[in-house]
């Protein structure tokens, strides 16, 4: 059995408030969360990038287990935000992280699945018998357009996950994949800020795709939504998770601890792995978790996970403390921390 | 023994028509003229200079002497950072003990203006350590980070600082030469922006252009000849870490004590014999330190001995200290300091020093730093 | 642009000083930064002393005024050290975050 072995996240101290945003261009901030349901969200400073936002979680994962580094042969960087379009964050978190050097490395791409995209294939590898332990890490510093949507749910965050065969915290049951080439996000070369299709990122794209990808894993598996104890989906902004997961046949109490774009913001390929940090704190042995992950482009991983009695005492972290400890930023500090100015 | 017989300085400040070689050549014309020597009759020149490879891609600077001087004799470089100018004149003085009948040329010189003062600061931070330029130190940050922990530890505050500044403007007015000729008062430096916490813009010395140079001869027909002479009694150089962390003591500059305590040894005189001094002030918190390390003042009393203005020229102080203006008010072209300071020096002991001339001075001491305390320079001169 | 070899060869050396604890010996803020500092000022500069009595210097971010003064416990993190160009190799280095 492949899982993970133990996990770590890190969220950036500063958030912006949604009304912060809204009055420099003349909205009303009420009807701006009514549509989002976004309260604030999470940036990092102007001295973090994704590469750094990822030795932190790689770190704290890396931290409560006693793992030789060695035997760490896989290591993935999945982002949206890569330091470099041409140089592999990968190998600079290995070198920092002290692992070395006969591991695999590289940087995924998939818009906000990059890094659960990256779970499956190091699943695989380590079945393989390639390598006993594989670090997956989701980072972004998400970018959004000023006086676009986006920049009111764009947000920074990043998640570690250090999966092997043993000591297992969450048991990876099974997976699926669903893919198409539907172009409702994307960034061309060169561009700062990512495009989207507006009302078309909607229906055939967020929805159709987790909806197809969540259906052929239940038809696999033989598991309906009543099997699971939490629901954790792509949150894209506050109403999409809650839409899709009632569609789904999820009850709003399955998902309601996973919901954490509503005062995290969504930080891209880490967004739904921090919907899974927050429930992690509470789910207790023998829950089963259905993880599903949407990327623009487009894409869904699901995956049926299942907690061990190994997720106890060290191996389970703090969350609702953690991300308490915050500072709020005003509009320009915000745009000088995302240096757009 | 080595004399100084001659000394001419250049105007301090932005001094916009002179590129650096300019400024050398007129200090070279003008100490010459002084001391009615021609060219030929130089042996050789020691040249202090910083940032000229930095900033303007300049080195070889003893060849371009060599073509203002049109002789061909040794002419050296010597660069210690902001001791560069002490460093030349260290090294022409053991010249002149290990060769006799010689006439040398010492010239210390820099150019700053021609560049941003961002430029400016990144290329003075080559004084400093790697990782304190990495940590993003400049070099007021280092002097600041010395500040706070001296104020910190000595329970006094920013307005202590502020007395160094006041005392050398005021000095400053008083010197044709100096970059700044205006008074201020303590609350004018307690009220200008902070550069680095807790050091102010009124408390740091400014980025200045100028050149000055002496000529020093252990020749004693030549001596005799001369209308005015000092006699160089003691010049000793002391190193210690570049990196302010790796030093002993975070309030001290290890470099000045023992260059200091070499110093007064070689030259047979005690601290109560010094009348007038030109001390390293880069910033107001050296210059308390300098008078604690040079032995006038105990440790962590500086910040309060300031403030009893016993230093300053007309109060009938024992010790006056930079009646040139010191580094905040004359100027602070780099490799020029260390000439100007004892240059300023052997005006006072010759009674050339006009407006600001102390009374009854036998002795001086000129003291020159490089970096957060990497070099220390002490020289002293009688009468 | 930062030689490529510099950062790399640094690089090495700041692994070994991550993740450690220690408490402030000095520090400042600086006002007015060199080149490659100028968009993260003013920023406060601290001297450390860490467990094992080695010092290092950085920049200390995520404070609290209150977090400025000799004492304060701290500890080193990852963070880019300064902007060169859009070109060049991105230096990564020591800054420090109060405990």
Redesign the interface.
């Not at chain 1, 400073?45 to 990038?49: L, Q, S, T, V």
């Given at each position: 059995m492949i899982g993970i072995v133990s996990y770590g996240f890190y969220i950036p101290?500063y958030r912006i408030k949604t009304e912060s945003i809204a009055e420099v261009w003349g909205k009303n901030p009420e009807d701006v969360k009514k549509s989002l349901l976004i309260e604030e969200k999470a940036v990092a400073?102007?001295?973090?990038?994704s590469?750094?936002m990822a030795?932190?979680s790689a770190?704290s994962a890396l931290s409560t287990v006693d793992v030789d580094r060695s035997k760490i042969k896989i290591v993935l960087f999945g982002s949206e935000t890569h330091?470099?379009a041409v140089n592999p964050a990968s190998t600079?978190l290995a070198?920092?992280l002290?692992i070395e050097k006969n591991y695999l490395a590289y940087d995924t791409e998939f818009a906000c699945k990059a890094a659960t995209g990256a779970l499956i294939s190091a699943q695989g590898l380590i079945k393989s018998g390639y390598s006993d332990y594989a670090l997956v890490t989701a980072s972004d510093k998400g970018m959004g357009k000023t006086h676009d949507v986006l920049e009111y749910t764009a947000a920074s965050a990043s998640v570690s996950l250090l999966l092997g065969k043993d000591d297992l915290i969450l048991e990876i049951l099974d997976f699926e994949s669903f893919s198409s080439d539907t172009p409702d996000f994307w960034r061309r070369e060169g561009m700062r800020y990512p495009s989207h299709g507006g009302r078309f990122t909607g229906k055939p794209s967020y929805f159709y795709h987790i909806e197809e990808s969540a259906k052929s894993l239940f038809k696999k598996t033989g598991l309906a939504p009543k099997d699971f104890s939490y629901g954790v989906f792509h949150m894209p902004n506050g109403k999409f998770p809650v839409q899709v997961a009632k569609s789904l046949g999820f009850s709003f109490a399955q998902i309601k601890d996973s919901l954490t774009v509503d005062y995290l913001g969504n930080s891209y390929t880490a967004s739904a792995l921090i919907g899974l940090m927050a429930v992690l704190e509470k789910a207790k042995p023998g829950d089963l978790i259905f993880l599903c992950s949407y990327g623009s482009g487009a894409g869904s991983d699901s995956f049926v996970l299942r907690v061990t009695k190994n997720l106890s005492g060290k191996n389970r972290k703090e969350f609702i403390k953690i991300i308490k400890d915050k500072?709020y930023i005003s509009y320009p500090t915000y745009l000088?921390f995302m240096?757009m100015i | 023994m080595t004399h100084i017989i001659g000394y001419y300085t250049t105007q301090f400040g932005e001094l916009w028509e002179k590129s650096l070689f300019d400024l050398v050549e007129e200090a070279i014309n003008g100490v010459l003229k002084q001391t009615s020597l021609s060219n030929k009759q130089i042996d050789a020149v020691f040249f202090g200079n910083m940032l000229a490879g930095v900033l303007e891609n300049n080195l070889h600077s003893p060849s371009k002497i060599a073509e203002i001087l049109k002789i061909n004799i040794p002419i050296f470089r010597a660069e210690a950072a902001c001791a560069s100018g002490g460093a030349a004149f260290n090294l022409a003085k053991n010249y002149l003990d290990a060769n006799s009948n010689k006439n040398v040329l010492v010239i210390g010189a820099e150019k700053m203006t021609d560049y941003s003062p961002e430029e400016a600061i990144t290329a003075l931070s080559a004084a400093a350590s790697g990782e304190e330029q990495e940590a993003g130190l400049t070099f007021p940050g280092l002097y600041a980070m010395i500040a706070n922990f001296y104020l910190e530890k000595y329970q006094y505050t920013e307005k202590n600082l502020a007395y160094v500044s006041v005392k050398n403007h005021y000095h400053g007015s008083l010197n044709e030469k100096a970059h700044f000729r205006k008074k201020i008062s303590v609350e004018d430096v307690l009220k200008s922006p902070y550069v680095a916490y807790p050091l102010k813009v009124l408390d740091s010395s400014p980025i200045s252009d100028g050149a000055a140079a002496v000529i020093l001869t252990n020749n004693y027909d030549m001596i005799k000849k001369q209308k005015y002479s000092a006699t160089v009694l003691a010049s000793e150089l002391i190193t210690d870490t570049i990196s302010l962390k790796e030093r002993k003591n975070l309030d001290e500059i290890l470099a000045t004590k023992n260059a200091a305590n070499m110093a007064f040894k070689k030259a047979k005189i005690n601290r109560r014999d010094i009348g007038i001094a030109e001390v390293h002030d880069c910033f107001s918190i050296a210059e308390i330190l300098a008078m604690e390390d040079l032995g006038f003042w105990k440790k962590g009393e500086g910040g309060k001995k300031i403030k009893e203005w016993g230093t300053m020229y007309g109060n009938g102080g024992d010790l006056i200290v930079n009646t040139s203006g010191g580094l905040k008010a004359a100027g602070h072209p780099v490799g020029a300091t260390g000439i100007k300071q004892i240059g300023e020096i052997f005006l006072q002991l010759t009674k050339q020093a006009e407006k600001r001339q102390v009374k009854n001075v036998k002795y001086g001491l000129a003291h020159n730093v490089g970096g957060s305390g990497g070099t220390a320079v002490v020289t002293i001169l009688g009468s | 642009m930062i030689s490529p070899v510099k950062i790399w060869r640094r690089q090495k050396e700041i692994r070994k000083v991550l993740g450690k604890k220690g408490k402030v010996l000095a520090w400042t803020k600086i006002y007015t930064p060199g080149s490659d500092f100028k968009k993260y000022a003013p920023y406060p500069v601290v001297l450390v002393e860490l467990k094992n009595k080695e010092k290092i210097y950085g920049q200390l971010v995520d404070y609290k005024n209150a977090d400025l003064k000799v004492g304060s416990e701290v500890i080193s993190i990852l963070r880019k050290v300064r902007s060169s160009t859009n070109e060049g190799v991105i230096a990564y280095g020591v800054k420090f975050k109060p405990l």
């Open positions: 101290k400073g102007i001295d973090e990038d590469l750094t030795f932190e770190s330091p470099y600079i070198e920092f002290g500072k000088k240096e | - | -």
